[in-house]
């Protein structure tokens, strides 16, 4: 019996610990992720290692891998993709993993707790809430320290470290029942007050990008398997149909 708790406590606790950050207001919007597309996986790719890896590592990726499932030579991965160096100084070889710079001494110094390892976060958190979350700050001067808040995510520690792209936004509220008689404000929008490098839609398309990669390092097997899959599938059906059509050969002098 103890041991059955343990396993539906395991089962609970992710989502408990997800549910911490306020839940899904605004926005929540649905993606769909193709994953023939890799030209969008490569811009992907190209702005993690520009805007996320200075505290967040890909640590079960390797640059040549990537570059191998992406179609991205090695020069261009070594050129284009790879900014860290080892401890020694030298920089990072195509055939290492995908790790931030950043020392889990200074994380904590400076953020409060280590930036996580972003391998697996599009199957842990799925990848229409990544979307709206990248989507989802907005200044809020009451965060000393970090001066912005999230739409999806409440009381982030993260920066807004896309900022420059998207620009800078305020919450837009308006009062919705709360289900028990009376009435709370969530957020239902946002207004730019100071325009970033891109358009809305072109950094909604980036974030789109940035999220597809991410579920692609989260899975690289993913659509192999789904090949492997829909195979093995025609191959019961055509046993299935084979194994009949032998079944009424040995029973038909029964019958």
Same mark, same amino acid.
Not at 31 to 52: H, L
Not at 53 to 80: F, K
Not at 240 to 248: D, G, P, Q, S, T
């Given at each position: 019996?103890?041991?059955?708790?343990?396993?539906?406590?395991?089962?609970?606790?992710?989502?408990?610990?997800?549910?911490?950050?306020?839940?899904?207001?605004?926005?929540?919007?649905?993606?769909?992720?193709?994953?023939?597309?890799?030209?969008?996986?490569?811009?992907?790719?190209?702005?993690?290692?520009? %805007?996320?890896?200075?505290?967040?590592?890909? #640590?079960?990726?390797?640059?040549?891998? $990537? &570059?191998? +499932?992406?179609?991205? @030579?090695?020069?261009?991965?070594?050129?284009?993709?790879?900014?860290?160096?080892?401890?020694?100084?030298?920089?990072?070889?195509?055939?290492?993993?995908?790790?931030?710079?950043?020392?889990?001494?200074?994380?904590?110094?400076?953020?409060?707790?280590?930036?996580?390892?972003?391998?697996?976060?599009?199957?842990?958190?799925?990848?229409?809430?990544?979307?709206?979350?990248?989507?989802?700050?907005?200044?809020?001067?009451?965060?000393?320290?970090?001066?912005?808040?999230?739409?999806?995510?409440?009381?982030?520690?993260?920066?807004?470290?896309?900022?420059?792209?998207?620009?800078?936004?305020?919450?837009? %509220?308006?009062?919705?029942?709360?289900?028990? #008689?009376?009435?709370?404000?969530?957020? $239902? &929008?946002? +207004?730019?007050?100071? @325009?970033?490098?891109?358009?809305?839609?072109?950094?909604?398309?980036?974030?789109?990008?940035?999220?597809?990669?991410?579920?692609?390092?989260?899975?690289?097997?993913?659509?192999?398997?789904?090949?492997?899959?829909?195979?093995?599938?025609?191959?019961?059906?055509?046993?299935?149909?084979?194994?009949?059509?032998?079944?009424?050969?040995?029973?038909?002098?029964?019958?």
């Amino acid at each position: 019996m103890r041991n059955v708790l343990l396993i539906i406590a395991g089962l609970l606790l992710p989502g408990l610990c997800f549910g911490a950050g306020g839940g899904v207001t605004y926005p929540d919007d649905k993606i769909q992720i193709d994953w023939n597309d890799k030209a969008a996986m490569q811009r992907g790719a190209r702005t993690f290692v520009n %805007y996320c890896m200075g505290c967040h590592s890909a #640590g079960y990726s390797r640059y040549n891998r $990537v &570059g191998a +499932d992406l179609g991205i @030579p090695d020069e261009l991965v070594q050129s284009e993709l790879i900014f860290t160096t080892n401890a020694a100084g030298e920089r990072t070889k195509v055939g290492e993993l995908m790790k931030s710079n950043m020392t889990a001494q200074y994380g904590e110094k400076a953020f409060g707790i280590v930036p996580p390892d972003l391998s697996l976060v599009a199957r842990s958190r799925g990848v229409n809430w990544l979307y709206n979350y990248m989507r989802g700050f907005y200044l809020d001067e009451t965060r000393e320290g970090i001066g912005v808040n999230n739409g999806v995510f409440a009381n982030v520690g993260m920066p807004h470290v896309l900022a420059e792209l998207q620009g800078l936004q305020i919450p837009k %509220y308006a009062s919705k029942p709360d289900g028990h #008689g009376g009435e709370h404000e969530v957020i $239902v &929008g946002f +207004d730019i007050i100071k @325009p970033g490098s891109m358009s809305k839609s072109d950094y909604d398309k980036t974030i789109h990008d940035l999220v597809a990669f991410l579920d692609y390092v989260a899975e690289p097997y993913k659509q192999t398997r789904k090949n492997v899959g829909t195979g093995v599938i025609i191959f019961l059906l055509v046993f299935l149909v084979l194994a009949y059509m032998l079944k009424k050969e040995y029973w038909k002098d029964v019958h």
